[in-house]
């Protein structure tokens, strides 16, 4: 069963904009850290940005000052906005989520499927 289900990805030029969303089931109990990685062409996936629960943010420095990393935890989503975008921010983008399906359960890892984003030069 999906856990986490990415949207808005496209095809956008250098300069531009876009914002990616994740959808967290609500058949979690708790949600912990969220983050976004990508994996560009030919390389391995990196971490972009994670958010703690109470939203202290982490950001990679390729990107700081162009992304920014939100949540809602009422709508179990994450949000990711990314201005100013360059093609090497072309890539698969990943939400993972750290969360627990019950009460007393573990925590464990999620993964999306991913959502592409291509960066027009």
């Known amino acids: 069963q999906v856990q986490l289900v990415e949207s808005g990805g496209g095809l956008v030029q250098a300069g531009g904009s876009l914002r990616l969303s994740c959808a967290a089931s609500r058949r979690f109990f708790r949600i912990s850290t969220m983050t976004w990685y990508r994996q560009p062409p030919g390389k391995e996936r990196e971490l972009v940005a994670s958010?703690?629960?109470?939203?202290?943010?982490e950001y990679v420095d390729s990107v700081k000052g162009r992304f920014t990393i939100s949540r809602d935890n009422a709508k179990n989503m994450v949000y990711l906005q990314m201005n100013s975008l360059k093609a090497e921010d072309t890539g698969a983008y990943f939400c993972?989520?750290?969360?627990?399906?019950?009460?007393?359960?573990?925590?464990?890892?999620?993964w999306g499927q991913g959502t592409q984003v291509t960066v027009s030069s």
């Open positions: 993972h989520a750290l969360a627990t399906m019950r009460l007393g359960g573990s925590r464990d890892d999620y």
């Open positions: 958010i703690s629960r109470s939203s202290d943010t």
